[in-house]
């Protein structure tokens, strides 16, 4: 499986901006990066996926970088409730998604 | 966007007790759902992806006689665990993904939590 490094925990100030860094260098030229993220005690959420260009959704944005070797994703403005476990992914045609440790994102009101 | 139920949210039984989790998708057809298990401060593990009207696929390590898989349905899997232990007691989660291309985003049900005594 294609893996993928993201930092151990993260923090962030309430109504600021949020950069989610996730490294992928090992990336083939068919997997196509996804973000999820789980609330406590919630099963995992669908944020975002890209493969080459950057995406935006109403939840968040995904940059990719033009080597593809990295991503991030990005909050524009967090909120309390954005606090979570945020996990970056890579899928290929296979239908298994497989978690690695993600990062753990705290908020400070 | 489109919702998967788990029932029961939260089990207790007895040690050496068999104890069933439905996972349903309620507003679409899934011909493959998969099981995972969260133990605390841990990710996600997935332990088997469920094809519908066929046998389902473990993945390596985990006990196909011990975690019974049922997709009977287009929009139903089991998940059954025989013979529970303490060290079953986990967070289990099922996912679906709605017809289409595979790297779509799934959907992931509430989870259904475990606790053996």
């Known amino acids: 499986d294609a893996k993928t490094t993201q930092p151990n925990s993260m923090e962030s100030n309430e109504e600021e901006p949020v950069h989610l860094p996730c490294n992928h260098s090992t990336i083939s030229g068919t997997d196509y990066i996804h973000w999820y993220r789980q609330l406590p005690s919630q099963g995992p959420e669908y944020v975002i996926h890209g493969l080459t260009s950057n995406v935006n959704n109403r939840m968040a944005s995904l940059a990719i970088a033009e080597d593809r070797k990295s991503s991030t994703l990005i909050l524009h403005r967090a909120t309390l409730r954005d606090a979570a476990v945020y996990y970056c992914i890579l899928r290929d045609w296979d239908d298994k998604i497989i978690f690695g440790k993600g990062t753990r994102l705290h908020i400070l009101p | 966007g489109a919702v998967v139920s788990q029932h029961p949210s939260r089990v207790i039984c007895k040690s050496g007790t068999s104890v069933k989790i439905e996972c349903r998708s309620l507003?679409?057809?899934?011909?493959?759902m998969f099981w995972y298990r969260q133990f605390p401060k841990q990710s996600l593990m997935l332990m088997a992806t469920?094809?519908?009207?066929?046998?389902?696929?473990?993945e390596q390590g985990v006990e196909k006689d011990k975690f019974l898989i049922n997709h009977a349905s287009l929009t139903l899997s089991t998940l059954t665990v025989t013979s529970a232990h303490p060290e079953d007691s986990s967070f289990y989660i099922c996912s679906a993904r709605p017809p289409g291309l595979a790297y779509n985003e799934q959907f992931f049900g509430p989870g259904t939590r475990l606790t053996v005594l």
């Open positions: 469920s094809n519908e009207g066929s046998k389902a696929t473990y």
């Open positions: 507003d679409f057809q899934a011909t493959t």
